[in-house]
């Protein structure tokens, strides 16, 4: 689903990713985890095309987002940790104007905020200005964009950041049922707790060198996600 292949970037002097290799499948939730300013965020948004890098090669469902941006923004979706919205529109309206720009029909869109308003509670909150919504509403229908399309592969940069307990639970419910489904999430985050109970397969980044990943099992062995991510972030590889 999504390959990353010795993946470089530079700002000027300071290597944010330093020859970053990656691949997750159909079907895999993918934790990525680290301290801040490790290159998380960096790694995340050259795989939406947001950012260019240095060297080494992205390629998602087989099409390269450097030679072919489009064809990998079609199958994608992509959730910052503050997602920037038209604070002018209803929740209805901007989801509808997402909908337009990725060309899905009326049936289809209605079906999904029906179905996404319902699960993730935010049915009430379509009506009001994006600008009057909490965090966690505004996250909610964030999370309902980025599906409208039916995306295969979501990216995902700290999701749970504001969210209450109830939130959190009905975004691992949509998280999982979109994995079920066939497609796979690629998601940063701090919250160790949920990563381990969550993710597939999990990538421990530090000073943008990649240091540990695989299955959970491969990992930790006989020791939980955080001994393991600050005996790795402490120490080099």
């Known amino acids: 689903m999504l390959s990353i292949s010795h993946l470089t970037k530079k700002y000027g002097e300071k290597t944010a990713v330093d020859d970053l290799s990656l691949t997750i499948s159909a079907g895999e939730i993918y934790g990525f985890i680290g301290h801040n300013g490790a290159g998380k965020t960096t790694t995340l948004k050259a795989c939406c095309g947001l950012i260019d890098f240095d060297e080494g090669e992205i390629t998602i469902g087989g099409n390269s987002i450097r030679r072919d941006p489009l064809a990998c923004k079609r199958m994608t979706a992509y959730i910052p940790d503050n997602p920037d919205m038209y604070d002018f529109l209803t929740g209805h309206e901007y989801l509808n104007f997402v909908a337009d720009v990725y060309g899905v029909s009326a049936a289809e869109r209605k079906e999904c905020m029906e179905y996404y308003g319902e699960l993730l509670s935010v049915t009430e909150a379509f009506a009001k200005p994006i600008s009057a919504c909490s965090h966690g509403m505004r996250q909610k229908i ?14 995902m940069d700290e999701p749970f950041v504001g969210l209450d307990p109830s939130a959190a639970h009905k ?20 919250v160790l707790e949920v990563a381990e109970k969550l993710c597939h397969k999990i990538a421990v980044i530090k000073d943008g060198k990649l240091l540990k990943n695989g299955t959970m099992d491969e990992v930790t062995g006989d020791a939980s996600l955080e001994e393991v991510f600050l005996e790795l972030a402490d120490n080099d590889a």
Do not use: W
């Not at 964030?142 to 990216?155: F, G, T």
């Not at 066939?182 to 998601?187: D, E, L, M, Q, S």
């Open 142 to 155: 964030a999370v309902i964009s980025a599906l409208i399309h039916k995306p295969k592969l979501i990216i």
């Open 171 to 190: 975004l691992k419910t949509v998280m999982k049922e979109h994995c079920e489904a066939g497609g796979a999430i690629f998601f940063s985050t701090h």
